[in-house]
């Protein structure tokens, strides 16, 4: 099981950025597809961007161009670049691991971090 403890959240004005991280424990984080998803009072937990083992990065519609996701295995850490930010963004995020094991997986995710976007 991995464990994930999410940090750098807070409060910025529209425009501004912020940088998330998701610092995981355990022996197996660099063979799981990590993930940042967020959620916003009254709404469901939804997608915002994904990135696998190998690198390879994919993004929700609503954040591409302004949101990179990316890890360093070494420090068994994924974070989550978030420029050009806007009041909609505001959520508690929330990171994620997904990681293959054998015939199974596993399913993993942090307490989240709260991102307020306002002025």
């Known amino acids: 099981q991995v464990q994930l403890v999410e940090s750098g959240g807070g409060l910025v004005q529209p425009g501004g950025s912020l940088r998330l991280s998701c610092a995981a424990s355990?022996?197996?984080?660099?063979?799981?597809?990590m993930g940042w998803y967020r959620q916003a009072p009254g709404k469901e937990r939804e997608l915002v961007a994904t990135?696998?083992?190998?690198?390879?990065?994919n993004a929700a519609n609503s954040v591409k161009g302004r949101f990179t996701i990316s890890r360093d295995n070494a420090k068994n850490t994924v974070y989550l670049q978030m420029n050009s930010l806007k009041p909609e963004d505001s959520a508690v995020y929330y990171c994620?691991?997904?990681?293959?094991?054998?015939?199974?997986?596993?399913?993993?995710w942090g307490q989240g971090t709260q991102v307020t976007v306002s002025s």
């Open positions: 355990g022996s197996i984080f660099s063979i799981c597809t």
């Open positions: 990135i696998t083992s190998g690198g390879d990065t």
């Open positions: 994620k691991a997904v990681c293959g094991i054998g015939a199974g997986l596993t399913v993993s």
